[in-house]
């Protein structure tokens, strides 16, 4: 084969163009990354955040270990509210350069969007210290912690980003004017909405401070009751006589009787401290019903509680802690028949607006104060008890729908009344008609008891169904009505211990 004389140059050019591509790729890269840059800048500053996107992603293929690139595809997805991606950028930013202007104040801005609160309070004290002239991120911190109902320790922060920037001194005020009226400082409150509403009174900010001032207004005459005063008489039909001195305590004398009996209930209480974050006050109660034959059923009950109340924020979710240490005496026909001292732990998580859950717990020590005919039938000791409720709120919180389990055990000092309980609970409250409302409850309650009872000698288990329907009806501010329908159907693997029992009450209620 013959080569032209063109031949000797294709060939050196065939070998030299790999050579040629490599040496000018990186130029190549580098323009591109450029012109991809500056269109997304474009792009991002006409507020054409999809475009920019576009051209940033593509534009950090080329360049993945760029910071710049990485904090502007992060600005980008954060004004697309794409939150969990711009979180991935930040934290990029982070990791190729610590000292990146702005870096720390944008990615707690996200953790607070994402509801993050404790990891947006760190990155706001790096750029706090970083940038101690920007105002939003005082503004920040104290809303997290005005969402977390640390009302005392938003405030300085509030005041802090009102006086770096005048154009948040409105919203600052206002914020302030709620954490100090929840800490029930009047005064105070009084005068920060007075100056956001002074700022621009047309504003939405400035017609709800009016509205707020108003309510204060209200407030500072009326001053906060420490006691509370409650008292019900009530009339019942009972188509079957039972004794059962508590929640948990198996009835111990079934009459098989109807009767009607008066029950008269008066409870009271002081709160030697109230207010917020802490309550702590003694409660007292008096039962006494009064039968109309069968007086050996007559219950008097004297019930005496230290409680305690704590509210506070987990997680963003709030809730209460109670702690009560109570202390029951019982008279059956004016003679002792029952003391008890009970521990009750509470936990309320308002996990949203319309959604409660309380967890229980409760430790009692029961002493019985009647004879007994052998060792077996001791009832005296402890009951332990856990359980779960939930709340569903519902007609604008006028009602809810509940649904609850609990678990209780009674170890006693006679062997045959030791048992294992379980009880699972529903309810529906709806109001109905003006000022009145109604209550649908089903209760199931199982006693398993460990031992075989000493005088049927066979092990006895318990079903007990408790169906209530009650209608309330307010009639003033102090005094309501309600009648109550009571169906309880307990069943027994021994005969002798199955009954039936119907109640009819109407009780009038007057409250101070």
Same mark, same amino acid.
């Given at each position: ?347 309320? #998580? *308002? ?5 409660? $859950?309380? &967890?229980?717990?409760? @430790? !009692?020590?029961?002493?019985?104060? /009647? ?56 309810? #529906? *409250? ?5 000022? $009145?409302? &109604?209550?649908?409850? @089903? !209760?199931?309650?199982?006693?398993? /008891? ?63």
């Amino acid at each position: 084969m013959h080569l032209t004389k063109n031949e000797p140059l294709l060939k050196v050019f065939l070998i030299t163009l790999p050579l040629i591509l490599t040496i000018n790729t990186p130029c190549l890269s580098a323009e591109n990354y450029e012109l991809l840059f500056s269109k997304g800048m474009l792009a991002f500053n006409q507020g054409n955040y999809e475009e920019a996107l576009h051209a940033f992603t593509r534009a950090a293929h080329l360049k993945p270990e760029g910071a710049q690139i990485q904090y502007y595809l992060a600005l980008t997805y954060t004004n697309l509210e794409n939150n969990k991606e711009a979180l991935k950028a930040f934290k990029k930013v982070i990791s190729l350069d610590p000292t990146y202007p702005r870096v720390h104040y944008d990615l707690g801005v996200v953790y607070y969007r994402l509801g993050t609160y404790s990891e947006a309070l760190k990155e706001f004290k790096v750029a706090e210290q970083q940038e101690p002239q920007r105002a939003m991120i005082y503004y920040f911190k104290g809303h997290i912690f005005y969402l977390q109902n640390k009302f005392s320790e938003s405030l300085p922060y509030f005041t802090k980003a009102g006086e770096l920037d005048p154009s948040l001194k409105q919203t600052t005020h206002f914020f302030r004017g709620i954490a100090l009226l929840k800490l029930n400082r009047y005064e105070d409150s009084e005068q920060a909405f007075q100056t956001a509403l002074n700022l621009d009174p047309t504003s939405d900010l400035g017609k709800a401070s009016h509205k707020y001032l108003n309510v204060i207004k209200e407030r500072k005459y009326i001053i906060p009751k420490k006691w509370s005063l409650n008292a019900s008489l009530s009339y019942q039909y009972d188509d079957n006589v039972v004794l059962e001195p508590d929640d948990t305590t198996s009835a111990t004398r079934v009459s098989g009787e109807s009767d009607s009996r008066a029950v008269l209930f008066v409870d009271g209480e002081y709160r030697f401290i109230q207010g917020f974050p802490w309550t702590m006050g003694i409660h007292y109660s008096f039962y006494q019903s009064i039968h109309s034959r069968l007086h050996d059923y007559d219950l008097q009950n004297h019930q005496g509680t230290l409680c305690g109340n704590y509210q506070g924020t987990w997680r963003n979710i709030p809730y209460q802690f109670q702690l009560d240490y109570k202390y029951s005496n019982t008279l059956l026909d004016e003679k002792r028949y029952l003391e008890s001292h009970s521990i009750t732990s509470t936990l309320h #998580l *308002r996990v949203n607006s319309n959604l409660l $859950t309380q &967890i229980h717990y409760r @430790f !009692q020590d029961k002493d019985f104060h /009647y004879s007994i005919i052998h060792p077996t039938a001791n009832r005296d000791g402890i009951n332990n008890l856990i359980g779960i409720t939930h709340y569903l709120f519902l007609f604008e919180n006028r009602g809810f729908f509940r649904v609850g389990y609990f678990y209780d055990n009674d170890s006693t000092n006679g062997s045959n009344w030791d048992y294992d309980g379980y009880k699972i609970l529903t309810g #529906l *409250r709806f109001p109905f008609l003006c000022k $009145t409302t &109604i209550d649908m409850d @089903f !209760q199931y309650y199982q006693q398993e /008891y460990d031992n075989r009872d000493f005088i049927f000698n066979h092990s006895r288990r318990d079903e007990e169904y408790t169906y209530n329907f009650s209608i309330y009806r307010n009639i003033n501010k102090h005094c309501d009505a309600t009648f109550m329908y009571t169906r309880i159907d307990n069943s027994s693997n021994i005969d002798f211990y199955e009954y039936d029992r119907t109640i009819y009450s109407l009780t009038l209620s007057v409250r101070f």
